[in-house]
């Protein structure tokens, strides 16, 4: 064995979608056990991590556009020149859309209807953002329980 690591996946790493060792990292770490002793390596706790999270309700918000604002829809884990891909950043769009859009709606429309119309459609999304959160591993701190 070269190289061990354990990824935890919690909402803080998106499910172990992120924040993973670096290619570099790994590579350098699996080079020193070639030349280095034979015993098996510890595991590593603190590498160098790729891609940072984007905060948990930053997140949502993606899914919920990517589902068009009905109900979250997760990002397939696709390949570049699979049809079935989505890139994340490519609903940002979206989100900026359906941002302005209630900013315009709370100044262009009566205050009420519109925080009837937000609040009907917080209820309407609530049972999938919900389903989305429970989906996503919260592992506490310390170690695993073993089955």
């Known amino acids: 064995m070269l190289y061990r690591w354990r990824c935890r996946p919690t909402r803080k790493n998106v499910g172990g979608a992120v924040e993973r060792p ?3 990292h790994v590579w350098a770490e699996a080079q020193s056990r070639l030349t280095g002793t034979r015993e098996e390596p510890g595991l ?3 590498p160098a991590l790729d891609t940072k999270a984007p905060p948990w309700p930053l997140f949502v ?3 919920l556009a990517h589902g ?3 109900r979250p829809k997760p990002f397939p884990l696709g390949r570049a020149d699979d049809s079935q891909s989505a890139n994340p950043r490519g609903v940002i769009p ?3 859309g359906f941002i302005g859009a209630w900013v315009a709606a709370f100044v262009f429309l009566p205050t009420v209807w ?3 119309a937000l609040v009907a459609w917080c209820v309407l999304v609530w049972p999938g ?3 989305i959160h429970r989906e996503f591993q919260n592992v506490p701190d310390g170690e695993p329980e073993t089955i």
Request: no cysteine.
């Open 22 to 24: 670096t290619p570099e």
């Open 44 to 46: 590593d706790d603190s």
């Open 61 to 63: 918000l993606l899914l």
């Open 68 to 70: 068009w604002f009905v």
């Open 94 to 96: 979206r989100v900026v």
């Open 114 to 116: 519109v925080t009837l």
């Open 129 to 131: 953002v919900a389903e």
